[in-house]
């Protein structure tokens, strides 16, 4: 069993920096992927980055050149960096990992979620 906890995050003025952090136990070296999804009040669930066992990541268009997923180097921690922070990405962030069932992203299925953090961007 998988469990992740998020971190890092809060409320920014737009234009600012946030980092966020998921710690990981229970993966094992099966687990592919992980990535992070966000959900706005009133809107679906959106995913936004995703990176895989060989350091290949992937972005939504919507933050491609501002976010910038990574791990470290025993992958028990998932980051997401965020810079030139928008009102429209504040959001419940979400981190995920390679499960059995759920939303299929970046050739891989997230079947583990996170608890999520919130990030608020005010303009």
């Known amino acids: 069993q998988v469990q992740l906890v998020e971190s890092g995050g809060g409320s920014v003025q737009s234009g600012g920096s946030l980092r966020l952090s998921c710690a990981a136990s229970?993966?094992?070296?099966?687990?592919?992927?992980m990535g992070w999804f966000r959900q706005a009040p009133g809107k679906n669930r959106e995913w936004v980055a995703a990176?895989?066992?060989?350091?290949?990541?992937s972005y939504a268009d919507s933050v491609k050149g501002r976010f910038t997923i990574s791990q470290d180097s025993a992958k028990n921690t998932l980051f997401l960096q965020m810079n030139s922070l928008k009102p429209e990405d504040t959001a419940m962030y979400s981190c995920?990992?390679?499960?059995?069932?759920?939303?299929?992203?970046?050739?891989?299925?997230?079947?583990?979620w996170g608890q999520g953090t919130q990030v608020t961007v005010s303009s």
């Open positions: 990176i895989d066992s060989d350091g290949d990541t």
């Open positions: 229970g993966a094992s070296d099966s687990t592919r992927c």
């Open positions: 995920a990992a390679e499960g059995n069932s759920g939303p299929y992203y970046f050739h891989c299925v997230f079947g583990y």
